[in-house]
């Protein structure tokens, strides 16, 4: 508002602490969402290191139960909520205004909003370790497990008033990015000659704007549960705890293409450059991102199949749940395509790129045998599923953010990350990821 | 690092060509308003979900009352005329039509309001509260959170008339009435869906005890009219 | 998508089209409330169809004209039009999925509704509740290979003779016009697998406790009382004894001999 900026000056720092506080310029804004993320990962990552270790032998009591249980669920949404999204964000932020040829984004104070209000969320969600009162429910923290009754500290009201604000600075960047890509782009720059990345953030950031007011309103559900004795999630007073789930997973699922479409993006941009050859089918895997954007909002209930929805509706689901499949197989052979024939330079960021294709493979494949509701029935809450979720979004997104972070970096810095020690780094990870997760999926089926 | 500044401090009516000749802050708004039609979707459903679902009274049709309902409805509606009075008056440069209708716009928001409260203790005083039943927990949250949106848009539009005071709205910056507007009149046809949804429809609902193929379902009658 | 519209004025409709938008608004509105002003057609099945569509119209109007979509960029209204459709989507599916269209979502809960055995050996359901509930009364030891009756036959059932044994029967599945809701449902009781209930009081001693509960009326009659008109006594002190949850219909279908013989089930449950 032109008024607005006549009354409140904004401070211009060049340098030092406060110009990377007050700054609203995208790059920088890319670099804090980065760095923040990469400190998430670690703690996320010390987390998942906890749990392993208590698994690690019989009758262990390194944690004590409401340890652990705090652990697993501080895991799951430290890494989906404030290290895969934000990273994501982070790559819009650097890279979207400079691949479509604008200045900045849309709105560059709406942007650095963006990255203070995710900070401060973050911060609030792991404040509760302080009190000793992290959330305890699970990622998913199904009703009426979260009621309080059965949690009766504020661990969960932490959790929800979180991702509250985490859902405030999500929309704000989605907003963002939707009229930055659809209104900025320089002349020329039509929809259909836009790098894919860009491409894939428009489609993500739509899902974003879409999805997140429906958790919105699950939280607020679940806060006035806690805490004004409403009925929203209460059996004893008429309500249903399923209403959550439906709530939690018609975010949930698009939510799962919000993390791996710019992952895919990432990859679409890496395997070209490395193979020496222009992307293989342009268009169609435009298309099959778009198709997986809205076929993503019909298949919310294939997480929900054991919970008796009746044959007609797991019908349905089950075959939407099929029917995605396709457009991101499309995609799949499309990545192959662009392999084939081409001078295939194995730089760290390939060596990634080439990791999240067949690690997706094998979490995809595995994704499709749970969407087969009876064989479902056999898989859920096992660590099937643990392994399938691993193998899409820590071989999937997690590896596609790499190969962004090794093809990037010299953008950013003007150097070359060290191609030995990135090596060594996609090793480690290739194989830990499997060595960790591949058993995972005889152990669930047993 | 100095072209921040600048982009900064662009005033709308320089601002460039965009892509598509929409104005940057317009699409922000639609696209804001899109995303806030799953909010109220959200809402909506979950209060569709647990229709004639209470466990105990007082069920709709004990405590609602639909004439003063259609009476606050009409303030509402007649608020969005004065919006758009509002925004002509600024196309127009007319600086006293400019306060006037939004003035008048954010005053028939607060009839509203108040309407709102006068009918949340009314049925506090009936015995519905918010952790009653299935009602009370759906009908305060919904209206609430509507409440809430028109309550914002009267602070909005009172932001606006203090900015206007000194005549500094106008055509050139009529896109921030034109924002204003846009959120109102949204936060009208939400109340208008609302209205039907809770007191036309939904109004009559009796409980459990009741018979209940009296408990009349939306999807069905519609359904079974077609 | 063309980028060679450059910045254009959107239009807005004159002061006449407002005058005649908003006179429009308000005839709906008053033809809505009319429609629901006689007695008869509250709340009718029927009037939902005109009722929707009237707002429907009005809801247009009011975006199409005073948010003026139909004079601005084609875009804006794709984008608006999207996020209602989507929104009006999630609802008609969640509406759907609970209540599967039928009249009323109560009693498509309750047909589906399937109370669940619990299989204390390998947890869970048991796959036929039936069997569980009929193989007790026989009396001889369960197959080996059948995991599924062995926890029902186990709990100690006390050799009251056929009445307890039937009032049993009817505590678990129901009898009359009640068999949608079985005591079980709400009600828990120690040794009864079926009973894990936990919306009303717990019933495990249920037979020395009802002859203290009330002054002057002895064990028998307090309880074929209770369970005639649940609302004649709420004790005291007693877990989840909530007024107004048990209703009186939900025991109209018993006879007086199902009352005796859920009496002389309870008795026996020291």
Known sequence: MATLTDVIDRPSSQSGLWSWITTVDHKRIGVLYGVTAFIFLLLGGLEAGVIRLQLAVPDNTLVDPDTFNQMFTMHGTTMIFLVIMPLSASFFNFVIPLAIGARDVAFPRLNAFSYWVFLFGGLLLNASFLTNQAPDAGWFSYANLTEKPFSANQGLDYWALGLQVLGVSSLAAAFNFVVTIVNMRAPGMSLMRMPLFVWMTLVTSILLVLAFPVITVGLIELTFDRNFGTNFFVPEGGGDPILWQHLFWVFGHPEVYILILPAMGIVSEVLPTFSRKPLFGYPVVVFSGVVIGIMGWAVWSHHMFTVGLGPVAVSVFMITTMLIAVPTGVKIFNWIGTLWGGQIDLKTAMLFALGFVALFIVGGLSGVSHAVAPSDNQQQDTYYIVAHIHYVLFGGALFGIFAGVYYWFPKLTGKLLHEGLGKLHFWLYFIGMNVTFFPMHYLGLN | ?226 | MSSDHGVHESRHPTLKQYVIIAIFLFAITIVEFVIILPEDFRGQGWTIAPLAILSAIKFAAVIFFYMHLKFDNRLLTWVFLGGLALGFAVVMALVGLFTAWTPSPRAFAEDHAKPCTLDHELGGCLEDPSKAVVAPTPGPAPAPDDPGTAPAAAPAVPAGGGLVDTGRQIFITGAGEGAATPCVTCHMVEGVPEAVGLLGPDLSHIGTEAATRQPGVSAEDYLAQSIRDPESFIAEGVDRATPGLMLAAITAGLTDEDVDALVAFLMAQQ
Not at chain 2, 23 to 42: A, P, Q, Y
Not at chain 2, 56 to 64: F, S
Not at chain 2, 124 to 132: C, F, K, N, S, W
Not at chain 2, 162 to 182: C, N, S
């Open chain 2, 1 to 226: 690092m100095a072209h921040q500044t600048e982009v900064s401090h662009h005033a709308p009516e320089e601002e460039h060509p965009t892509s598509t000749g929409i104005n940057n802050r317009k699409l922000l708004m639609w696209v804001f308003l899109s995303s806030d039609c799953l909010f109220f979707g959200s809402l909506i459903a979950t209060y569709m979900v647990y229709r004639g679902q209470s466990l105990v009274g007082p069920y709709p049709v004990d405590i609602i009352d639909v004439p003063i309902t259609t009476i606050s409805t009409f303030v509402l509606l007649c608020s969005s005329f004065a919006m758009v009075r509002a925004l002509a008056a600024t196309n127009e440069d007319r600086q006293g039509g400019i306060i006037f209708w939004l003035l008048m716009t954010a005053f028939l928001g607060t009839i509203f309001i108040g309407f709102q409260v006068y009918e949340f203790n009314l049925f506090r005083e009936e015995g519905l509260r918010i952790d009653t039943n299935l009602f009370g927990t759906t009908f305060f949250t919904l209206t609430g959170f509507h409440g809430a949106h028109v309550t914002l848009g009267i602070v909005w539009l009172l932001g606006l008339a203090w900015i206007a005071r000194k005549g500094r709205l106008g055509p050139k910056t009529a896109l921030d009435v034109e924002l204003a507007g846009l959120y109102w009149h949204f936060v009208d046809i939400v109340w208008i869906v609302i209205f039907t949804l809770i007191y036309l429809i939904g109004g009559f609902d009796t409980g459990p005890a009741g018979d209940p193929s009296l408990v009349p379902h939306s999807i069905t009658g519609f359904l079974g009219l077609i």
